[in-house]
């Protein structure tokens, strides 16, 4: 015998989306961060980058 039970999710905005979905959104968020990183580096005043160079050493 078939068991079914209703899914009031079913074919709605709120279904749980499938793999691709999350795949896009993390790679998505990783480029973001990585771009605004990038451009928080070349936008860096020297005497910034200076203090991080020395703090490295």
């Given at each position: 015998m078939n068991c079914g039970?209703?899914?009031?999710?079913k074919?709605?905005?709120l279904e749980f989306p499938r793999t691709g979905f999350w795949m896009m959104h993390v790679?998505?968020?990783m480029f973001l961060?990585?771009?605004?990183?990038r451009l928080?580096?070349?936008?860096a005043s020297i005497p910034i980058?200076?203090?991080?160079?020395?703090k490295r050493l």
């Open positions: 039970h209703r899914n009031l999710l074919n709605t905005t790679l998505g968020a961060v990585l771009f605004g990183m928080a580096v070349r936008k980058l200076a203090y991080r160079l020395l």
